[in-house]
C-alpha cells in the first residue's frame, strides 16, 4: 500500500516534532542555557558559573551541571590532587553544536523583542 503525501507529511511532521521536543526537553530548563553560555564562554569552576549567572542558586546550578552532563554537554573534571580539591566543568566537543544554535535563538530573541516593544 502506497502512503499519500498527507499521511506522509504527518510523520514527517510527527518526526520533527520529536525532534523538538526533544531538544526543548534538553535545553528548556530556565537556567540550562544559561549555565551553558557561561561554560562556553570560558567559566569553568562552580563558584565562576555562580557568579557570572548572579541569582541561580548553589543547589540549582548543581542540579543543571548534572543534567548537562548526564547529556553530554559538560565534562566534570576533580583533581583530587589539589588542596582544596578542584573541580571544573568544561565543554565536550559535542556541546560546541550549540554554539550557532544559541547565537541564532539570541538573534531571533532581539527581533522579536523589537517587533513586540515597537507595536506597543
Keep these: 500500500m502506497i502512503k499519500s503525501k498527507l499521511e506522509y507529511s504527518k510523520v514527517q511532521c510527527s518526526k520533527s516534532l520529536s ?5 526543548i526537553y534538553v535545553l528548556g530548563g530556565r537556567w540550562t542555557i544559561r549555565v ?3 561554560i562556553l564562554g570560558g567559566h569553568s569552576r562552580f563558584n565562576e558559573i555562580q557568579r557570572s549567572l548572579n541569582n541561580i542558586s548553589a543547589k ?14 559538560v565534562e566534570r ?14 565543554p565536550t566537543d559535542y556541546s560546541q553544536s550549540l ?22
Design 60 to 73: 540549582m546550578l548543581s542540579s543543571e551541571l548534572k543534567k548537562l552532563e548526564v547529556n553530554h554537554l
Design 19 to 23: 525532534a523538538t521536543e526533544d531538544a
Design 77 to 90: 573534571t576533580v583533581f583530587a590532587d589539589q588542596i582544596p580539591v578542584i573541580v571544573e566543568y568544561l
Design 36 to 38: 551553558m553560555i557561561a
Design 99 to 120: 554554539k550557532d544554535i544559541i547565537a541564532a535563538l539570541a538573534l531571533w530573541g532581539e527581533m522579536h523583542k523589537t517587533k513586540i516593544t515597537s507595536n506597543n
